[in-house]
């Protein structure tokens, strides 16, 4: 995933915090190890170190670690430069233009691999949210992911398709594709994730899933110890072993001889 947006070999790391959001720590510990030790030589090895905080609360809960996709979006575009060459290329009439469309950027890179599930957290838990000196309002992000997901190329879509090319990077698509859970997680079984599109697919397919299993309570969540809790308990467990599965199954492919 990563490659494909960066000419540098780049090492995520996620670290559980106490802090209440998520958020991404731009960092380039070997410039510091260059400029202090100019003689040193790394032999080569000059990775990107991406570090992503993610509140402990959420920990086991994949499902709910959705804005990681968001983060990584941040990362993209601060590592490019995106966001500021769109400034040049349109000039943002206020700082807190050029500030939103950061916000803008992160979510259609979210939405692009993860789908809606990227931005229906955001409608949860601040549906009518104004907008800020720091953030556009929950209404103006919701519409834009709308678009690009419904493939119109409304608002600055188009002005971040324009920078993604003249900056030589991919264009925002869609990467992802929707995995069939209801026979596996039915059954209380884990999801064999087929590739990599699924992998980023399977979190809006849980998503919607786990929103169906609850307002439906159509077997097997119909014992009475079906809470809302557990519900959620067992779905975000699901998901999230199938993805630890799908990793398990690539370190051994990729480490397989021939």
Excluded at 157 to 182: D, K, N
Excluded at 185 to 213: P, Q, V
């Amino acid at each position: 995933m990563i490659p494909k947006w960066s000419k540098r070999d780049c090492l995520i790391t996620t670290a559980l915090t106490d802090e209440r959001d998520f958020h991404f720590r731009p960092t380039d510990p070997w410039a510091f190890v260059k400029a202090a030790l100019p003689k040193y030589d790394t032999a080569g090895f000059d990775p990107l170190l991406v570090q992503l905080g993610v509140p402990r609360v959420y920990s086991h809960k994949p499902l709910y670690c959705v804005p990681l996709y968001h983060e990584l979006g941040h990362f993209v575009d601060v590592s490019n430069g995106v966001t500021n060459l769109s400034s040049l290329i349109q000039r943002p009439n206020s700082a807190w233009e050029l500030q939103h469309r950061l916000e803008h950027f992160a979510d259609l890179f979210a939405a692009a691999y993860i789908g809606r599930c990227s931005i229906r957290a955001l409608e949860i838990i601040a549906p009518n949210n104004a907008t800020s000196a720091t953030h556009p309002s929950t209404a103006d992000r919701v519409a834009l992911v709308e678009d690009f997901l419904a493939g119109r190329s409304n608002g600055l879509i188009p002005l971040f398709q324009t920078c993604l090319q003249h900056l030589g990077l991919p264009p925002l698509q869609i990467e992802h594709s929707a995995p069939v859970l209801r026979p596996a997680f039915d059954d209380i079984r884990t999801h064999a994730i087929a590739n990599k599109s699924e992998l980023h697919g399977i979190f809006n397919a849980a998503w919607e899933y786990l929103e169906d299993a609850l307002d439906n309570r159509s077997a097997p969540w119909i014992a009475p110890n079906s809470t809302i809790a557990e519900i959620e308990r067992v779905v975000n467990d699901l998901t999230e072993k199938s993805i630890r599965n799908a990793s398990i199954r690539e370190r051994w492919d990729s480490g397989a001889t021939p």
